[in-house]
């Protein structure tokens, strides 16, 4: 009630016929914990901190239950594990025309994750996996998976990867050489920027944008050859 268990004298029915104990479905009602998890979800989420979710809870906290910050920290871990449980397990069966798949290390770790776009051009994470590094088996792993969650594995669909060898070689290996593959544009330009000095970048970067913007094919080429150009003679020759 109101974010908090509530100690209450337990009422005791028996039967008529002496059989014991009458169960009251009220009682069990009031007993779920369902109510209190998605109370301390809900308030987690929107940034309540363990340490001051009591100050939260409505109404008076003498009697109040399961309002600790050990409490509210393991039932949001439970919480937060069965969602991810259903959520990563959950059955693909929406079209995603275009996929990107990128890493992301965390320490010694790095996770792999795949995101798929409707054909309204909506974005839903579809599956993670981690590794040690950025390798075809992992990736391969995570691809698999979402095929045996149902994604579609013959449905022709455009790949956004970030260059790297082994996501290219996981997707043409699962999904077929003639795998439709663009390398991310973001991940592009962060590559060329890094190697140009800072006097250099901004001006770049605004270009890159500009020529990625072109809805026509040679346009986009156009404007991206006449950027390689510029700098070839000063950076390249040098």
Do not use: W
Not at 27 to 47: C, R, T, V, Y
């Amino acid at each position: 009630m109101g974010g908090k268990k509530v100690r209450v004298d337990r009422p005791r029915v028996r039967a008529i016929d002496g059989s014991g104990e009458f169960p009251l479905e009220t009682l069990s009602m009031f007993q779920s914990e369902d109510p209190l998890n998605k109370a301390i979800m809900a308030k987690l989420l929107s940034g309540v901190s363990t340490r001051k979710y009591s100050c939260t809870v409505e109404g008076d906290t003498a009697d109040a239950v399961c309002t600790s910050k050990s409490e509210v920290s393991r039932r949001f871990i439970e919480g937060m594990d069965s969602l991810m449980q259903e959520f990563f397990t959950r059955t693909l069966d929406q079209d995603y025309p275009v996929m990107m798949i990128d890493g992301l290390e965390l320490g010694k770790l790095t996770i792999l994750a795949a995101m798929g776009i409707d054909s309204d051009g909506r974005k839903r994470i579809l599956g993670i996996a981690e590794g040690s590094s950025e390798n075809s088996t992992v990736v391969k792993g995570l691809l698999e998976d979402l095929i045996r969650r149902g994604l579609d594995a013959a449905r022709p669909r455009l790949y956004v990867l970030d260059g790297g060898k082994a996501l290219h070689k996981a997707v043409t290996d699962i999904f077929g050489a003639e795998s439709l593959v663009q390398r991310c544009q973001v991940h592009k330009k962060r590559n060329v920027l890094s190697y140009l000095p800072e006097s250099e970048q901004a001006n770049v970067s605004v270009a890159m944008t500009m020529a990625y913007r072109e809805f026509e094919y040679e346009a986009a080429k156009g404007k991206l050859m006449s950027i390689a150009n510029n700098l070839e003679y000063p950076y390249v020759l040098a």
